[in-house]
């Protein structure tokens, strides 16, 4: 079974509208972190938000925030005001505190490429 | 400061041919990770590194593939007798401290097309 499940391979946003990125992940660890990443066309991935399986509160940070649904087992993540600078590769990953190969180590989804429309 | 550099960052080798990608990664970063990503695909993990020990190579897709990391810094990903299907984009990351919520930082990546 997939980890990381990413089910929107491509997805639409208008210039200045909000946009969600779903995301669902499956472990059996109590204790994780999830995160995402955008990789635009130059390749390089960027780390834009985590969020812990233990934080009472959703992650914000500037016009990131997660929505995350412990029960469901969802993270997904909410891009407000869109910018065309936007429109790259978004990479939901995990990371299980009790792994037992190695420490540290991030499962990623296949991805949702976005393109914010201008 | 700098962040994590792969070198080259395009990489096209003929079937049967060797080749060997370099991480530098940040300075005094001690985790190192390398990743393969196929086109489409999110990265894949193939190593990891804890200083110069190698402490996990589960992901190697075969004994083709081998990684080394002999003073703890520069990371080197060989591929011998290279195949059409090695053909991705291998990414390296690096982190310190390592923890739950420590993000990896990532590299442009390195190319390599086999023909």
């Known amino acids: 079974a997939q980890k990381i499940t990413q089910t929107q391979p491509g997805m639409f946003v208008q210039e200045k509208e909000a946009v969600t990125l779903d995301c669902t992940y499956d472990t059996s660890d109590p204790s994780y972190g999830l995160f995402w990443y955008k990789q635009p066309s130059s390749g390089e991935m960027i780390f834009l938000i985590y969020?812990?399986?233990?934080?009472?509160q959703n992650a914000t940070e500037g016009r990131y925030s997660l929505n995350f649904q412990k029960a469901r087992k969802s993270a997904n993540l909410v891009i407000s005001a869109s910018q065309l600078g936007d429109s790259a590769m978004y990479f939901c990953a995990m990371r299980e505190a009790n792994y037992g190969g190695s420490q540290g180590n991030l499962i990623f989804g296949k991805g949702t490429k976005l393109s914010v429309k201008p | 400061g700098a962040g994590v550099s792969q070198s080259p960052r395009y990489k096209v080798a003929k079937r049967g041919q060797d080749v060997a990608l370099r991480c530098d990664p940040i300075s005094g970063h001690v985790s190192l990770f390398w990743y393969q990503q196929a086109l489409g695909q999110g990265p894949e993990f193939l190593t990891y590194f804890q200083n110069e020990a190698q402490l996990d190579k589960s992901g190697l897709p075969s004994d083709r593939f081998f990684a080394e990391r002999p003073e703890g810094s520069v990371s080197t990903l060989k591929i011998q007798r290279t195949q059409q299907e090695d053909s991705a984009v291998y990414l390296c990351?690096?982190?310190?401290?390592?923890?739950?919520?420590?993000?990896?930082?990532f590299g442009n990546g390195t190319r390599l097309t086999v023909t």
């Open positions: 969020q812990g399986s233990y934080d009472q």
């Open positions: 990351a690096s982190s310190s401290p390592l923890g739950l919520g420590s993000p990896l930082h």
